[in-house]
């Protein structure tokens, strides 16, 4: 059993950078692929990126590749989503999630076991 939580979503302006935090509990959280997610108003949800267990893969949508950056310290049950030149269409819930299995090889959304809340990233222009 994993529980996550994000934090540092907000209001921020087209152009800025911002980090999304993904705390985990639970002592699986080490072994586990993490993905980023979300969801936009009225849209539905969507792969943002992934983060293998061991940090040494990572997958990006395309609208995320190059802007976007993931990692994690597993020693502190934790994985970011590092965001730059953030743009509107960027508004959204953000979410992260935890596999069971340490990579990710199909649909990233269909091996995600457990999920958090989300935080509201809003960019304005």
């Known amino acids: 059993q994993v529980q996550l939580e994000e934090s540092g979503g907000g209001l921020v302006q087209a152009g800025d950078s911002l980090r999304l935090s993904c705390t985990a509990s639970g002592r699986t959280f080490s072994s586990s692929a993490v993905g980023w997610f979300r969801q936009a108003p009225g849209k539905e949800r969507e792969f943002v990126g992934y983060i293998a267990w061991n940090g040494e893969v990572t997958k990006y949508a395309d609208s995320a590749e190059g802007r976007f950056t993931i990692s994690r310290d597993n020693a502190k049950n934790t994985a970011f989503l590092q965001m730059s030149g953030v743009k509107p269409e960027d508004t959204a819930v953000y979410y992260c999630?935890?596999?069971?299995?340490?990579?990710?090889?199909?649909?990233?959304?269909?091996?995600?076991?457990?999920w958090g809340k989300g935080t509201l990233v809003t960019v304005s222009s």
């Open positions: 999630a935890a596999s069971k299995w340490g990579f990710i090889y199909g649909a990233p959304q269909g091996a995600m076991d457990y």
